[in-house]
Structures are given as structure tokens and as C-alpha cells.
């Protein structure tokens, strides 16, 4: 069985690609490739110019990857954590370059704390600056935000942003459509080995046309809402029980608010609310990969 079957994928110096897909994609067997995790038994890369095989060694001096757990030592500090990975790494200034590093990840109260007491934020925070010590190229990133909460990810996000600032290349693997959307300048969607759309999140969200939302009074409403957006908008409609919802992406450019209000008051929906608005990365990956598959690392 291939896990990845003619996998194309260039990305510019400077910027965040997002490597997005459903379960069994490719995503994960292409960041261990690219990683030399992996030995590929066929077709090339090369990372900052280096062949992947056949320079694997300054392939690795170039890169950093936070993987989805974290690499950092809990019984250790977080200083004598970066002071290792600096060692390891055969730096001279190590400590300076701990210190350089905790002060840049706002870290430097907590410094001296087992990093298995820091919040799962910090701790997600140190692992981000030991993948950093060597001050890469290109930086993997997988699924880095996963379990923080709001203001945890925030923090996570700029420091991405400002990596990218630095001229750092970043390859990003998520679970959060949105954190694609707020930080990748480039989206690969790939299914079943293979890029199967690519572009920027402007540029997917625009293959997909309009979301068309309906917010009614209980769940009959529901159902008879569900089958004027069906026939509607030609795409299966998803519902939302909790907030008595029902929405679907509709690539009918006649398709008018006025146009659905009437059309679900001539059904006998008891309507709350309705709109259209420009669709999400969540509309665009259901739409591209396929309803029934999940989105997973």
C-alpha cells in the first residue's frame, strides 16, 4: 500500500504552507519524508537546497520540527532544557542562546521551573523555542496548537507570524482550519498521496461559491429547512441541533437572501434568522475532501 503516490509540493523561502488533509492523506508520512524520519523508495526533494538522501545530514543542520507532543524533558528546567538542546546541537554560546530563547518566548520567569509544572501553553511554548535553538531554515510544524486553550494559541500564532517575519520557511500541519487561515500563505490539500488542490485561503474559498444558513425554531423546522437548502444549493445540508441550524454551500451565483427567505417561508419553515456569507476553510475542506471523511493529523 502507498501512502503517497506522486506527491508535488514547492514551497516558497519565507513563507507558511499549510498541509491539510483527511485521515490517511499522506500528511504525516510526508513531513516523517521530509523530516529524514523516512527513507522514500522512490522520486526526489530537496530542502534548502539540499537532496534529502543523498545530503540528509546538512538536510537535518537546516530544519527544526515541534512534533504534536513534547520533546522537552519535564523533570528538567526550562533552561536546562534549551541548554541541552543547544549542547546537543554542539553550540558554543549555549547558554546564552537558552537565555536568548526564553527571553523571546516570554519564558524567563518561569526558567527555572520543572517544565512539568509549566501550563500546557508554556510547555508548548519551550518545545516551539528547542526546535528553534539551531535557528533553522525550515521549521515542521504538527499540529502545535492542539489542547490549548484561546490565549495559549494566540501566543503560539504570533510567535509563528514572527518566524515568518524573520524569513523563517514553515510547513504546517493543523487540525484547526482556522489557525490554516489566520497563518498559511499557501494551502496543500492533499487526499490519498496526492496535492489535490492548492492555493492561497482566499483562492480555495473561492472554489467553493457561498454558504447558505438557516436558523430556525425546532427540529421539524429543521428537517423541512434541510430539504429547501438541499434543492437549493445542490449540496447535502449540515445541522447543527444545538443552535437549531441548518447550512449548506451553494455554488449557484442566482442564489439571493431574499431568493431563500422565500423559498423556505413557502415551505413553512418558522424562520429566526438567514444569511449568506463567503465560506470557511471547514465549508472548503468538506466541499474538496468530502463530507464524510475527518480532518486528522
Not at 506522486?6 to 516558497?12: R, Y
Request: hydrophobic share 40%; net charge negative; glycine share 8%.
Amino acid at each position: 500500500m502507498r501512502a503517497l503516490c506522486g506527491l508535488d509540493l514547492a514551497v516558497a523561502e519565507g513563507t507558511v504552507c499549510g498541509l491539510l488533509g483527511p485521515n490517511g492523506a499522506g500528511k504525516s508520512t510526508a513531513v516523517r519524508l521530509l523530516t529524514t524520519l523516512l527513507r522514500p523508495d522512490a522520486g526526489s526533494a530537496r530542502i534548502a537546497g539540499h537532496d534529502l538522501v543523498r545530503e540528509a545530514a546538512a538536510v537535518r543542520r537546516r530544519i527544526g520540527v515541534t512534533g504534536q507532543y513534547a520533546s522537552v524533558d519535564g523533570d528538567l528546567t526550562g533552561r536546562q532544557n534549551l541548554r541541552l538542546f543547544a549542547r546537543l546541537h554542539r553550540l558554543r554560546d549555549a547558554s546564552a542562546r537558552a537565555d536568548e530563547l526564553l527571553d523571546h518566548f516570554a519564558l524567563t520567569d518561569a526558567a527555572d521551573r520543572p517544565a512539568s509544572t509549566l501550563s500546557g501553553g508554556m510547555r508548548r511554548r519551550l518545545d516551539l523555542a528547542a526546535s528553534l535553538v539551531r535557528r533553522p531554515e525550515v521549521l515542521f510544524l504538527d499540529e502545535p496548537t492542539t489542547g490549548l486553550d484561546p490565549a495559549s494559541r494566540n501566543q503560539i500564532w504570533d510567535a509563528v507570524r514572527a518566524l515568518k517575519e524573520d524569513g523563517t520557511t514553515v510547513l504546517l500541519t493543523t487540525q484547526y482550519l482556522e489557525e490554516a487561515d489566520r497563518l498559511a500563505d499557501d494551502i496543500a490539500l492533499v487526499d490519498r498521496g496526492l496535492v489535490a488542490h492548492r492555493g492561497s485561503p482566499a483562492a480555495l474559498k473561492s472554489l467553493v461559491g457561498t454558504y447558505a444558513e438557516a436558523v430556525v425554531t425546532d427540529a421539524d423546522a429543521m428537517t423541512r429547512a434541510a430539504a429547501v437548502l438541499d434543492r437549493l444549493t445542490g449540496s447535502r445540508p449540515a445541522l447543527d441541533h444545538d443552535r437549531r441550524t441548518v447550512g449548506a454551500v451553494s455554488t449557484d451565483p442566482t442564489l439571493t437572501l431574499p431568493r431563500l427567505v422565500r423559498e423556505l417561508d413557502a415551505a413553512g419553515v418558522p424562520l429566526l434568522d438567514a444569511s449568506l456569507r463567503p465560506p470557511t476553510l471547514d465549508d472548503v475542506f468538506l466541499r474538496l475532501t468530502g463530507d464524510d471523511k475527518e480532518l486528522v493529523s
